[in-house]
């Protein structure tokens, strides 16, 4: 009865999104296959800027919605590209809200497929916390922090901090190469 009534209640109680992602995971590892991360970690962002759109930019609610569910469904910089010509096309100039969650969503998709479950942004460090499935090589982080004493330490058990003045961060494009930087040495 996977999908019968006494699922309904499960399904209410976590929501629909999350369900069907534990659903797949749960497929995939019966069937022994293996889950991308990109379906599985879903980053929690507290970079604490203006990053909407607003109804001034695109009046038509279900416009905008839709643009919300494309956004959030980004997969890597090349798609963020692409969607912000698409709009630009469409609705004209991106203002500076639309930018920063543009730049938000496509920052995101870099911490989805790296397997970051959090990015907090602080007045002078950026902390990315891993998700369980990262890949991430241990060997690779202590040599990296090894060498960049100044620019990187851990914190915690699954937890790096990129050390920074982010005080006057107005363009969240910023964050992402430092980001990639790190992801990139890191890499499992």
Same mark, same amino acid.
């Given at each position: 009865n996977l999908l019968g009534k006494d699922q309904s209640g499960q399904v =209410?109680? !976590?929501?629909?999104?999350?369900?069907?992602?534990?659903?797949k995971e749960a497929i995939a590892e019966l069937r022994g296959e293996e889950v991308q991360l990109r379906e599985i970690v879903d980053p929690?962002?507290?970079?604490?800027?203006?990053?909407?759109?607003?109804?001034?930019?695109?009046?038509? !609610?279900?416009?905008?919605?839709i643009l919300y569910q494309r956004l959030a469904s980004l997969e890597d910089s090349l798609a963020a590209d692409q969607l912000?010509?698409?709009?630009?096309?469409r609705f004209g100039e991106l203002l500076s809200e639309v930018e920063n969650l543009l730049e938000l969503?496509?920052?995101?998709a870099l911490l989805r497929n790296h397997g970051i479950a959090k990015a907090e942004l602080a007045p002078d460090k950026l902390v990315l916390t891993f998700?369980? =499935?990262?890949? !991430?090589?241990?060997?690779?982080?202590?040599?990296?922090?090894?060498?960049?004493?100044d620019r990187y330490r851990l914190a915690g058990n699954s937890s790096i901090v990129i050390k920074g003045d982010y005080r006057e961060l107005k363009d969240t494009a910023r964050l992402y190469r430092p980001?990639?930087?790190?992801?990139?040495r890191i890499a499992g």
């Open positions: =209410q109680s !976590v929501g629909l999104d999350l369900y069907n992602r534990i659903l929690e962002l507290k970079i604490g800027v203006n990053a909407f759109i607003p109804e001034r930019y695109i009046p038509d !609610v279900s416009e905008r919605l912000r010509d698409e709009m630009r096309d969503m496509r920052y995101r998700a369980a =499935q990262a890949r !991430v090589n241990p060997d690779r982080v202590r040599e990296v922090i090894k060498l960049y004493p980001t990639e930087e790190l992801l990139g």
